[in-house]
């Protein structure tokens, strides 16, 4: 899936032309069936409370029985090196313009970057509804590419995990 940056500053702001077409099409349909604005404002509210609402137990779903899920590259980092680090993440920067900023002098022919990569898979038994989750999380854009990480120096790190 392409998705377009439509500001250098602000990661989140992103255009996917082919959801675009979807919810223009969506909008029309809409303007077209319900007719007055008075019908699309009592619409517009159910859908947020009733989008809210599945958010919340599909995020209870995932994360109820999974408590224990935790970052594999930082476990596989512990358990390898017997260091923690923690850098956290930060919108819109690189990871080299992270580390220079916090004034790391280094050549980028001497260091690694050390990338989690976990792969969502579906259970035999999980429910339907999970399968744009699953779908969504396969498609997203990986830590090296959001952060523009050379690709010769990283080591991605990962593992499945079963939902």
Request: hydrophobic share 50%; charged share 15%.
């Given at each position: 899936?392409?998705?377009?940056?439509?500001?250098?500053?602000?990661?989140?702001?992103?255009?996917?032309?082919?959801?675009?077409?979807?919810?223009?099409?969506?909008?029309?349909?809409?303007?077209?069936g319900?007719?007055?604005?008075?019908?699309?404002?009592?619409?517009?509210?159910?859908?947020?409370?009733?989008?809210?609402?599945?958010d919340?137990?599909?995020?209870?779903?995932?994360?109820?029985?999974?408590?224990?899920?935790?970052?594999?590259?930082l476990?596989?980092?512990?358990?390898?090196?017997?260091v923690?680090?923690?850098?956290?993440?930060?919108?819109?920067?690189?990871?080299?313009?992270?580390?220079?900023?916090?004034?790391?002098?280094?050549?980028?022919?001497?260091?690694?970057?050390?990338?989690?990569?976990?792969?969502?898979?579906?259970?035999?038994?999980?429910?339907?509804?999970?399968?744009?989750?699953?779908f969504?999380?396969?498609?997203?854009?990986?830590?090296?590419?959001?952060?523009?990480?050379?690709?010769?120096h990283?080591?991605?790190?990962g593992?499945?995990?079963?939902?």
């Open positions: 899936m392409r998705i377009k940056h439509s500001s250098p500053d602000e990661i989140g702001q992103v255009y996917v032309s082919k959801i675009s077409l979807f919810l223009f099409l969506g909008v029309i349909g809409l303007v077209i319900f007719k007055p604005s008075e019908n699309l404002a009592s619409v517009y509210g159910i859908s947020v409370k009733g989008a809210m609402a599945i919340t137990l599909l995020v209870a779903y995932v994360m109820v029985p999974h408590e224990n899920i935790a970052p594999l590259a476990l596989h980092n512990l358990k390898h090196n017997k923690l680090h923690d850098y956290g993440r930060t919108a819109g920067h690189t990871a080299v313009a992270l580390l220079r900023a916090r004034e790391f002098h280094f050549s980028l022919m001497e260091i690694s970057f050390f990338v989690g990569k976990e792969k969502v898979v579906a259970k035999h038994s999980s429910p339907i509804f999970l399968a744009p989750f699953i969504m999380h396969r498609a997203m854009q990986g830590a090296t590419e959001y952060f523009k990480i050379p690709f010769d990283a080591i991605e790190i593992g499945h995990i079963e939902l």
